[in-house]
C-alpha cells in the first residue's frame, strides 16, 4: 500500500523568498509521484510529475521537485515566491505498474507575505 | 477545449434525499474517478471505474453510487445513507493502462446539505 505524509499543514513564506513544501511516501513498489496545485474553490492542476526518469523534475510556473530514494522524499521547491503562488498543494503516490489509483496527502496551504 | 466539466458548482439539499452530480469528460479517458474533498483532509477515493460497465469501491464508498455507461461520463449518487455529505466532490480522469498516470480534474462541485 502506498501512503504520503505532508510536512506542515500551512506554510508562510515571503515574496521573494525559498518556498519548499515537504513530502514523504512510503511505497512498497517503485512509485510514480505528484505535485498538484488547487485555487480556492477549483479542481486540482497538476504541477509536475516523476515516473522514474530523471530524479530532478520541472514542473509548471518555476516549481521543481527532485526524488530522493534513500530519504522517501519528494519535496516541491520554487526560488522566489510570487504572490500568485499563495494556494492549497497536494502531494500524491501511485503504485504504477498498471495501478492509476492516486493517494494524496492532507496537503499543505502556502500563504506568501507581500 | 478537452476536458472534464461537473455540473452543477454549487448544489444545496435538504436532508434525506439523493442528489446526482453529474462528470463529463471529452480526453477519451478510460479511466475515471470520484473524490471528497473535506478540510485538512486531502482528498478520499470514493469510486473509479477503469471502462465502461465497470467500477469498484475506494476507501469511503458507503452511501454513494456510480454508473458508468459511457466512457465519457460517470455520475456520482450521494444517497440518504452517507451520514454527513456537505463536503466538495471532484471528479477525475485518466488516460488508462498506456498512460501516463496521472490524473486530470474537473472544478468541483460544493454540496451543501441542509
Known amino acids: 500500500a502506498q501512503s504520503v505524509t505532508q510536512l506542515g499543514s500551512h506554510v508562510s513564506v515571503s515574496e521573494g523568498a525559498l518556498v519548499l513544501l515537504r513530502c514523504n511516501y512510503s511505497s512498497s513498489v517503485p512509485p510514480y509521484l505528484f505535485w498538484y496545485v488547487q485555487y480556492p474553490n477549483q479542481g486540482l492542476q497538476l504541477l509536475l510529475k516523476y515516473t522514474s526518469a530523471a530524479t530532478l523534475v520541472k514542473g509548471i510556473n518555476g516549481f521543481e521537485a527532485e526524488f530522493k530514494k534513500s530519504e522517501t522524499s519528494f519535496h516541491l521547491t520554487k526560488p522566489s515566491a510570487h504572490m500568485s503562488d499563495a494556494a492549497e498543494y497536494f502531494c500524491a503516490v501511485s503504485a504504477g505498474w498498471g495501478n492509476e489509483k492516486l493517494t494524496f496527502g492532507t496537503g499543505t496551504r502556502l500563504t506568501i507575505i507581500p | 477545449d478537452g476536458g472534464i466539466t461537473q455540473s452543477p458548482k454549487y448544489l444545496f439539499r435538504k436532508e434525506g434525499q439523493n442528489v446526482t452530480l453529474s462528470c463529463e469528460q471529452n480526453l477519451n479517458h478510460d479511466a475515471m474517478y470520484w473524490y471528497r474533498q473535506d478540510p485538512g483532509q486531502g482528498l478520499r477515493l470514493i469510486y473509479y471505474?477503469?471502462?465502461?460497465?465497470?467500477?469498484q469501491k475506494g476507501d469511503i464508498a458507503e452511501g454513494y453510487s456510480v454508473s458508468r455507461e459511457k466512457k465519457e461520463s460517470f455520475p456520482l449518487t450521494v444517497t440518504s445513507a452517507q451520514k454527513n455529505p456537505t463536503a466538495f466532490y471532484l471528479c477525475?480522469?485518466?488516460?488508462?493502462?498506456?498512460?501516463?498516470?496521472?490524473?486530470?480534474f474537473g472544478p468541483g462541485t460544493r454540496l451543501t446539505v441542509l
Open positions: 477525475a480522469s485518466s488516460p488508462g493502462l498506456a498512460g501516463s498516470y496521472e490524473q486530470f
Open positions: 471505474s477503469q471502462i465502461v460497465n465497470d467500477f
